[in-house]
């Protein structure tokens, strides 16, 4: 019989990528992860040893702790932490069932950027409109919730990540950036092997509509639209992004299930 604190690899799957998802740790002891070194997507990793330092992390969110197998070492880190009255779950079969899972994608370790202050820190262009509020959106849902982003001035990105250990995304020659007929989103989706049906179809939207390339995707001009209102709607880059968070968590939703969804008047759907 299943623990009433356990969560399944199905279960997670659905909450990843929400803006309410759990917090996600991994405990993984060092020499499980170098043998294996990968994480679920917004998954960031803890020692086991350091419950108070975790207490602190968490802040009252809820979490679900991740181990190898599942066994001990999540199991006790759920207990500890439930001792001190926070909501947690452990992942039945850890990371062992993740990977057995066909649809459960895993970031490779190395893909990560050097963190700055235990998180990655990133730097890009100011005023966003498609790509680069895509990019932050994919990165805080499902690679680094913690992520810190700096928008400046397009001649100051590449001072001000040399100057403060940022890295640098959707500038012209960058790494981070586009290649060939791609945008930065479809780069981040290869390098953090985040390649799901969902975010694929959302992907095309995105390329579409920063490409302007409407014809390949229906939804695109869309997209366009809104991006630019909330452009000449927003002055200051943080508040357009905490609008644009919430935009992209809507067709994300869309793009995972509810693609087929028509809408008319009178009746039909609603």
């Not at 062992?96 to 998180?119: K, Y």
């Not at 040399?162 to 960058?174: N, S, V």
């Amino acid at each position: 019989m299943a623990s009433p604190n356990e969560i399944t690899v199905a279960q997670l799957l659905r909450l990843i990528g929400l803006p309410d998802a759990p917090v996600l740790v991994d405990i993984s002891i060092d020499p499980d992860f170098t043998a294996d070194p990968f994480l679920i997507p917004g998954a960031f990793r803890h020692p086991h040893t350091d419950i108070d330092g975790l207490v602190a992390k968490l802040d009252g969110r809820s979490s679900v702790i991740i181990c190898q197998r599942g066994i001990k070492l999540s199991q006790g880190m759920n207990a500890l932490l439930r001792n001190r009255g926070l909501k947690s779950e452990y992942l039945g079969g850890g990371n062992h069932a993740w990977r057995a899972h066909p649809d459960a994608p895993r970031i490779p370790a190395a893909s990560f950027p050097n963190q700055v202050a235990g998180c990655t820190r990133w730097v890009t262009r100011h005023r966003p409109k498609i790509d680069r509020i895509a990019c932050t959106w994919l990165i805080r849902r499902f690679v680094d919730p913690t992520a810190e982003f700096l928008f400046v001035s397009p001649a100051e990105v590449e001072g001000v990540a040399l100057r403060y250990d940022a890295t640098p995304f959707d500038i012209e020659g960058g790494f981070w950036s586009h290649r060939e007929d791609r945008c930065t989103f479809d780069i981040m989706l290869d390098e953090f092997a985040l390649h799901t049906p969902a975010l694929d179809r959302l992907a095309r939207v995105i390329r579409a509509a920063d490409t302007n390339s409407h014809e390949s995707s229906p939804e695109a001009a869309g997209l366009l639209a809104v991006s630019v209102g909330l452009s000449r709607q927003y002055k200051d880059d943080f508040a357009q992004l905490d609008a644009g968070m919430a935009i992209y968590d809507a067709l994300y939703r869309w793009a995972r299930d509810g693609q087929g969804e028509t809408h008319d008047w009178p009746g039909g759907n609603s």
